[in-house]
């Protein structure tokens, strides 16, 4: 095994390639990925308007591995989440009023376009505050 902080060079097709571990020497196998190489995020949203969860990342995908939502106004909400700013909603979280909603995710949501934000969207209702968390995988 190779120990990894970071993502392996890509080898060509039928070339010989070594397990990774990570740093304490611990196999890494997908869907987990080396702690290095995982990112959190966490905003507070209270506007109609798109706004950014995570920012994007020079060269890399951040897939979705993880994401909860939690309410606080007395209305359920809808809230939309898209891979990268402007771009189609990849997955909407219905919260209910004074609740929470979220997914975690057997297999990572893979990010369409490298270096892009995260964005959520949701709708502009009076005294609605939601606060989103989420997991994420750092892929070249």
Do not use: C, H
């Amino acid at each position: 095994y190779i120990a990894r902080q970071t993502n392996p060079t890509a080898v060509a097709d039928a070339a010989v390639s070594f397990g990774s571990s990570d740093d304490l020497g611990r196999a890494i196998t997908r869907p987990i990925q080396a702690r290095d190489l995982i990112q959190t995020a966490y905003a507070t949203f209270a506007t109609g308007t798109e706004a950014t969860l995570i920012s994007g990342v020079a060269s890399t995908f951040l897939d979705l591995i993880y994401v909860m939502g939690a309410n606080n106004s007395d209305a359920a909400v809808s809230v939309d989440i898209r891979s990268g700013t402007a771009n189609g909603v990849v997955m909407t979280l219905q919260i209910p009023a004074s609740g929470t909603a979220g997914v975690a995710l057997p297999v990572p949501l893979p990010q369409e376009a490298l270096a892009s934000a995260w964005t959520v969207d949701l709708p502009d209702i009076t005294g609605t505050t939601v606060s989103v968390s989420a997991l994420f995988s750092k892929e070249i």
